[in-house]
C-alpha cells in the first residue's frame, strides 16, 4: 500500500501564489504516474497535472502555463507550484499515485480570494 500526505494548502489573493507537497510512503517503489486533481463545491473532481517516474508532464488547459508539477524521488515527495492564482482555482486539491491502483491523499484546501 502507498500512503499520501498533501500539504500547503491555505488562503490566498487572486494573484498569487501557493506550493502544494504530497508525501509519499509505504511501498513507494511501486508508484509510477502520480498527479494533482481538485475539487470544487458541486463539481466532479477533475485532473490538474501529472507526472510520470520519467518526469514526463501533462496538464490541464485551464492551469497551463500557471501550475508546474514536479516530484523528488529521492524523497518520495510530489509538488505543484501555483502561481497567478485566481478565484477559479478555489477547491480541495488531492495528490494521486498509481500503482496497480490509485492512492489518494485526503486533500488540502486552496481558497482564493477575489
Known amino acids: 500500500q502507498v500512503q499520501l500526505v498533501e500539504s500547503g494548502g491555505g488562503l490566498v489573493q487572486a494573484g498569487g501564489s501557493l506550493r502544494l507537497s504530497c508525501v509519499a510512503s509505504?511501498?513507494?517503489?511501486?508508484?509510477?504516474?502520480m498527479g494533482w486533481y481538485r475539487q470544487a463545491p458541486g463539481k466532479q473532481r477533475e485532473l490538474v497535472a501529472t507526472?510520470?517516474?520519467?518526469?514526463?508532464?501533462g496538464y490541464a488547459d485551464s492551469v497551463k502555463g500557471r501550475f508546474t508539477i514536479s516530484r523528488d524521488n529521492d524523497k518520495n515527495t510530489l509538488y505543484l507550484q501555483m502561481n497567478s492564482l485566481k478565484p477559479e482555482d478555489t477547491a480541495v486539491y488531492y495528490c494521486?499515485?498509481?500503482?496497480?491502483?490509485?492512492?489518494w491523499g485526503q486533500g488540502t484546501q486552496v481558497t482564493v480570494s477575489s
Open positions: 494521486r499515485a498509481d500503482t496497480v491502483y490509485p492512492y
Open positions: 507526472i510520470s517516474s520519467r518526469g514526463t508532464t
Open positions: 509505504g511501498r513507494v517503489f511501486t508508484i509510477n504516474v
